[in-house]
């Protein structure tokens, strides 16, 4: 199952990208895995939660949601409603607290992810900081790549 969800959204995501703007979108993903990988790192760690069953058994982290279903589904949500600030924040509120409090417990459930003293709370806020961080690093590197 992990194997599946590591590779198939992948082919889900290739469908529906924006080829015209993959290489802003990829960036926006590339800069979200970066803080979930470092946030799972931490949070693995420091015992705010754990994963029972791993794709790599010798990483803390839970590969499949770092390097795929996360940034897969923010970069979904930034092609979609990256048109306006207003229009964008509305949508990681919205899709930060669905990946929040319905698609972790989904996980919980499925008893690949134990939360310890993590809440669903943090992970919301962090859902919606890494994609406002994201689109920050977009911004930039968007705007020096037309001054050169």
Same mark, same amino acid.
């Given at each position: 199952?992990?194997?599946? @969800?590591?590779?198939?959204?992948?082919? %889900?995501?290739?469908?529906?990208?924006?080829?015209?703007?993959?290489?802003?979108?990829? #960036?926006?993903? @590339? =800069?979200?895995? *970066?803080?979930? %990988?470092? #946030?799972?790192? %931490?949070?693995?760690?420091?015992? /705010?939660?754990?994963?029972?069953?791993?794709?790599?058994?010798?990483?803390?982290?839970?590969?499949?949601?770092? *390097?795929? @279903?996360?940034?897969?589904?923010?970069?979904?949500?930034?092609?979609? !409603?990256?048109?306006?600030?207003?229009? !964008?924040?509305? $949508?990681?509120?919205?899709?930060? $607290?669905?990946?929040?409090? *319905?698609?972790?417990?989904?996980?919980?459930? #499925?008893?690949?992810?134990?939360?310890?003293?993590?809440? =669903?709370?943090?992970? /919301?806020?962090?859902?919606?900081? $890494?994609? @406002? #961080?994201?689109?920050? *690093?977009?911004? %930039?590197?968007?705007?020096?790549?037309?001054?050169?």
């Amino acid at each position: 199952m992990l194997l599946f @969800l590591t590779i198939v959204p992948w082919f %889900i995501w290739w469908k529906v990208v924006d080829r015209k703007r993959m290489d802003q979108i990829l #960036l926006f993903g @590339l =800069a979200v895995s *970066i803080f979930t %990988i470092i #946030l799972d790192d %931490i949070g693995t760690g420091l015992l /705010w939660w754990g994963y029972p069953v791993k794709l790599q058994p010798l990483y803390l982290i839970l590969a499949p949601a770092d *390097i795929t @279903l996360v940034p897969i589904y923010l970069m979904i949500i930034y092609q979609f !409603f990256n048109d306006s600030s207003q229009r !964008f924040v509305t $949508a990681i509120v919205v899709g930060g $607290a669905l990946a929040a409090f *319905i698609f972790e417990y989904f996980f919980i459930w #499925l008893d690949y992810y134990h939360r310890y003293t993590w809440k =669903a709370l943090y992970s /919301w806020g962090f859902y919606i900081l $890494a994609s @406002l #961080l994201g689109r920050f *690093i977009v911004t %930039i590197v968007r705007k020096r790549s037309q001054e050169v």
